[in-house]
C-alpha cells in the first residue's frame, strides 16, 4: 500500500527525513493506515470514549454531555478556538493526545460505536460542528461532499492564523476512519485542496494538507488521486474531474 506522513505535538511542519517526489513519509501515520500493526488498543475495562457518546458521562474538563457541547457550543466560535481539552473527547484516537484527562480510544469502543445509530448520530453532530468552524458545511450528507458556508470568510481567516487546528483536522479525519465514516475523508480533502489550490482563500494549511491531512486516507486508490493532484496543482485534469467517484 501507500505510505504516510503524520504529526505529534502542538503544530505540524513538513516533516524532515526521507521523501519521495516532495512527500515526506513519516512512520506515524503509516501506523495509522496500517491499523496500528501489533497494538492491542483493546483494554475492556476502559470506555469513557463509548459511554461519552452515549451521553452518560461529561468530559474532562469542561464537565459536558456530548449532547451539551453541541447544542451549547454550536456556534460559540470563540469558544470552540480557546478550549482545547474537547477535542480529545469529540474525536478519540487511538493516539494520547494534550488532554491527559482524556481516554486513548480503544478497538472495542470504536466497534460498538459504529454498531451504535445514536452514537453515530452525534459522532456526525460533531463533524458538522468542526466544519462550521472552520468554514464549511455538507452540501450532500450521504456523498459528504463540502460547500463554503456563509460566513467562510471569517472561518478561514481563524483557519490560516491559529495553526494548532491543522493539528485537530488530523484527529479529526483519523477519527473518522476509525468509525466507519472514511468515505467522508476524500470530500472533505477534496474540498480544502479546492479552497488551497484553486480558490487560493486558504494559504497556512498548505504544507498540513500535503504532509498530514492526505495520509489519513486509508483507501490507497483515494490517497493516489491526491497525490496526483498535489504533486502539480496546475495540470490537467483538474482536481474536480481528477477526484470525481466513478
Given at each position: 500500500g501507500l505510505a504516510g506522513g503524520g504529526a505529534s505535538g502542538s503544530t505540524?511542519?513538513?516533516?524532515?527525513?526521507g521523501a519521495a517526489g516532495g512527500f515526506a513519509i513519516n512512520k506515524d501515520m503509516q501506523r495509522y493506515r496500517m491499523g496500528y500493526p501489533g497494538e492491542s488498543l483493546d483494554d475492556p475495562s476502559l470506555d469513557e470514549n463509548l459511554r461519552f457518546y452515549r451521553n452518560e458521562t461529561r468530559c474532562v474538563p469542561d464537565n459536558k454531555t456530548v449532547d451539551e457541547?453541541?447544542?451549547?457550543?454550536?456556534?460559540?466560535?470563540?469558544?470552540?478556538?480557546r478550549k482545547h481539552g474537547f477535542i480529545q473527547w469529540l474525536f478519540p484516537i487511538h493516539e494520547m493526545g494534550v488532554n491527559d484527562a482524556a481516554q486513548i480510544l480503544q478497538r472495542h469502543e470504536a466497534a460498538a460505536m459504529r454498531g451504535d445509530q445514536a452514537v453515530m448520530s452525534r459522532?456526525?453532530?460533531s463533524y458538522?460542528?468542526?466544519?462550521?468552524?472552520?468554514?464549511?458545511e455538507l452540501a450532500d450528507s450521504a456523498r459528504g461532499t463540502?460547500?463554503?458556508a456563509s460566513n467562510y470568510r471569517e472561518r478561514f481567516s481563524n483557519l490560516d492564523s491559529r495553526m494548532h487546528n491543522h493539528l485537530r483536522i488530523t484527529r479529526i479525519l483519523k477519527f473518522l476512519g476509525e468509525v466507519g465514516l472514511e468515505h467522508l475523508?476524500?470530500?472533505f480533502l477534496t474540498f480544502f485542496a479546492q479552497q488551497v489550490h484553486v480558490e487560493r482563500a486558504l494559504n497556512?494549511?498548505?504544507s498540513s494538507l500535503k504532509h498530514y491531512w492526505i495520509f489519513t486516507l486509508r483507501e490507497d486508490e483515494d490517497l493516489r488521486r491526491m497525490l496526483v493532484f498535489l504533486k502539480d496543482t496546475s495540470a490537467?485534469?483538474?482536481l474536480s474531474v481528477l477526484l470525481e467517484r466513478c
Open positions: 505540524q511542519d513538513a516533516p524532515k527525513g457541547i453541541h447544542t451549547q457550543w454550536a456556534t460559540d466560535y470563540a469558544g470552540l478556538e459522532v456526525r453532530r458538522e460542528m468542526m466544519l462550521g468552524f472552520y468554514g464549511a463540502l460547500r463554503r475523508k476524500l470530500p497556512s494549511p498548505k490537467d485534469p483538474p
